[in-house]
């Protein structure tokens, strides 16, 4: 007696016909005598929102297993697997975004329905459907691939390749981009070469490379053809799947070695170069010079194509220049050559040249090299050294010796300016003593007018006071006198005023004092006889 749990199930033989069969727990199995037990399972389990594939799917009508062929099962279910079936893969179903698709292949001929449309496909041929939806693929499709969209900013792109054609194409931002069925993303991929003067990482990329080009900057492009187009910056400028750059192997470093620097995208100018190289003068002294070149492209946006005919025009200029400097070092002496080395190149290796620049003529002073338009407008010697030991240490000696000199004179007059410096400057401390003793004296006498000024104002402002109290008593004593005689008048008019009066008049008699009376006796005689 065999016994089945709730999540198990069996495959029994019959010896005598043959066939399997299929019990399913939870159970107890006796068996026959023809009968015994081929394996003991557990039940499959498919989730809710799962799917399994079923190969070699067992048809009951026919009672057989249909080999090769395909079986989808939705969940949830719990699934107890014929022999020769076996699960070929459990998936969730397939949710779709907005901004999804999902990549299938038809493994036979038939009809589907794409976005709308109705489609025939071929046996192997791939198409694919776009969210929102929820998808679960029948058993003659294969799903392939979940694709989302790529975000895609401005300035920015993406390389794709059609896997039918082969062609390449870019995809510029700013855009929200969903491959096609057929559309794979390409990998660029570049020259060593290529990478270090683009600063390219050294794994390939999809994404597009973006060259971005400051004022004066020119970069030349390469199409599938190698024919050329020169981008004139400042721009942004984004590489095609099929286009490539054209680099400059530069030289550099002093003195100057090629193969130096890997450039795609050239300056116009004006910029510096400096370049070390050794000169013989006239009287076998051999020299170290160090000079730097002021260079400049004289072409406008049209004839930038030029900039790019040589691979090393820093070499090219630098080794023409060492030529004709080393030519020149030849004619003169050590001292003339060491005295004056920049008005030398300049008085016998600068010309005036009219150079058409576009529609434009310019006239300009320099070394002009018109095979690729480029002018040297200025040489600025660094540093001129003798190469013999003794002779430089001569040179040192004098250089020394001068410079000796030359403190000496600067102190010199660095201490008679200061001297000079010293007295004006007691003179201006003595001019402004001067003007400090005129100022306190005019000080003092605008403060001796104002002390007199405040003086005379309050002398002024006693005697207005006083004038004002004289006035007012006057005034007062005035209008009583008036009172009083007016009430005198009043009281003479009447009984009692006259007794006043007649009192008055005898204290004025008695108020006389007594008298001497003298009388002369002749005329007192002579009167009293007549």
Same mark, same amino acid.
């Given at each position: 007696m065999n016994v089945l749990s709730a999540n198990q199930y069996v495959h029994i033989l019959d010896n005598d016909s043959g066939v399997v069969r299929i019990e399913i727990g939870p159970k107890r199995i006796a068996l026959r005598a023809n009968e015994e037990i081929i394996k003991t399972n557990d039940l499959s389990i498919i989730k809710e929102g799962q799917y399994c594939i079923i190969k070699n799917p067992y048809d009951y009508e026919q009672e057989r297993n249909l080999m090769g062929e395909r079986k989808i099962v939705c969940g949830p279910i719990a699934l107890a697997l014929h022999r020769n079936e076996y699960i070929e893969r459990v998936s969730d179903v397939h949710i779709l975004k907005y901004n999804q698709a999902l990549r299938l292949r038809s493994l036979v001929e038939k009809k589907v329905l794409v976005d709308g449309k109705e489609k025939d496909l071929k046996a192997g041929d791939?198409?694919?459907?776009?969210g929102p939806c929820r998808f679960v693929p029948d058993k003659d499709t294969e799903v392939l691939k979940t694709v989302d969209s790529i975000m895609i900013n401005e300035?920015?792109?993406?390389?794709?390749?059609?896997?039918?054609?082969s062609e390449k194409s870019l995809v510029k931002g700013p855009k929200s981009y969903l491959m096609k069925a057929t559309e794979e993303l390409f990998y660029k991929q570049y020259t060593e070469m290529e990478r270090a003067a683009l600063g390219l990482g050294d794994a390939s990329?999809?994404?597009?490379?973006? #060259?971005?080009?400051?004022?004066?900057? $020119?970069?030349?492009?390469?199409?599938?053809?190698?024919?050329?187009?020169v981008i004139n910056g400042p721009c942004s400028y984004i590489l095609?799947?099929?286009?490539? $750059?054209?680099?400059?192997?530069?030289?550099?470093?002093?003195?100057? @070695?090629?193969?130096?620097?890997?450039?795609?995208? #050239?300056?116009?100018?004006?910029?510096?170069?400096?370049d070390s190289? @050794?000169?013989?003068t006239r009287d076998n002294a051999e020299l170290q010079v160090l000079l730097t070149y002021k260079w400049e492209f004289l072409v406008d946006d049209s004839e930038s194509h030029v900039m790019f005919r040589m691979t090393d025009f820093i070499g090219y200029v630098c080794a023409t220049l060492n030529s004709r400097v080393r030519e020149l070092a030849a004619l003169f002496t050590f001292e003339e050559f060491h005295s004056g080395t920049v008005s030398l190149? @300049?008085?016998?290796?600068?010309?005036?040249? $009219?150079?058409?620049?576009?529609?434009?003529?310019?006239?300009?002073?320099?070394?002009?090299?018109d095979e690729i338009k480029l002018l040297i407008s200025e040489i600025d010697v660094k540093e001129v050294s003798p190469v013999n030991n003794q002779i430089n240490d001569l040179l040192n000696q004098s250089i020394k010796s001068n410079m000796k000199i030359v403190c000496n004179k600067m102190e010199t007059e660095a201490s008679?300016?200061?001297?000079?410096?010293?007295?004006?400057?007691?003179?201006e401390i003595q001019k402004l003593r001067e003007e400090l003793i005129d100022i306190e004296n005019e000080n003092m006498q605008i403060e001796k007018l104002e002390n007199a000024r405040i003086d005379s104002l309050v002398v002024a402002e006693q005697t207005k006071t006083n004038i004002e109290v004289q006035e007012y008593k006057c005034g007062g004593d005035t209008t009583i006198e008036l009172e009083h005689m007016k009430n005198m008048i009043e009281l003479l008019g009447t009984e009692q005023g006259q007794k006043y009066l007649a009192l008055k008049k005898a204290e004025l008699a008695n108020a006389i004092p007594e008298q001497m009376w003298y009388l002369n006796n002749d005329k007192l005689h002579s009167s009293l006889f007549q």
């Open positions: 791939v198409y694919q459907i776009t300035n920015e792109g993406i390389y794709v390749i059609d896997t039918e054609t990329t999809y994404e597009a490379t973006v #060259i971005r080009l400051e004022k004066k900057q $020119v970069v030349c492009v390469l199409d599938a053809e190698r024919n050329e187009t095609s799947a099929e286009q490539h $750059v054209k680099c400059l192997h530069l030289s550099a470093g002093k003195p100057k @070695r090629v193969k130096q620097i890997k450039a795609a995208k #050239i300056m116009k100018g004006p910029d510096f170069t400096s190289f @050794r000169v013989s190149i @300049r008085k016998h290796l600068f010309r005036e040249s $009219v150079v058409k620049v576009g529609e434009e003529e310019r006239k300009v002073l320099g070394i002009y090299f008679r300016e200061a001297q000079k410096e010293q007295l004006k400057a007691q003179a």
